[in-house]
């Protein structure tokens, strides 16, 4: 079970931290991603980590803007979101998966969304 957490309100150009705590142990070959879900939009990519090597993957538009990370100690994955922009709101999901992907079909663990707003 993963469960997200730190969303909240923000000013353009703030920053967030969200984390996702599994209530279970992460092997090494797992995936974690976060996604995103605007209203009236699909759910889209954010950035993945791998848990075992730590490689992270990001789409285009949170890149140099956000970080995703991770404590093995404590199961849990974060994402550090810095220069926030109106069109970051949304409901963040963290997910985990035992391979790399973009798409929602790569992840077979979800945890409850998290909102994120940000007030231009």
Known sequence: QLQASG?????AGG???LSCAASRRIFSSH???WFRQAPG???QFVAAIRWGS?????EDSVRGRFTISRTSAENTVY?????LKPDDAAVYYCAAGTEYGTTQKAYKWWGQGT???VSS
């Open 41 to 43: 939009k699909e759910r």
């Open 31 to 33: 995936v974690l991603g």
């Open 115 to 117: 909102l994120v707003t």
């Open 7 to 11: 969303g909240g309100l923000v000013q």
């Open 79 to 83: 994402l550090q979101m810095n220069s």
């Open 54 to 58: 730590g490689i992270r993957y990001y």
């Open 15 to 17: 920053s967030l931290r």
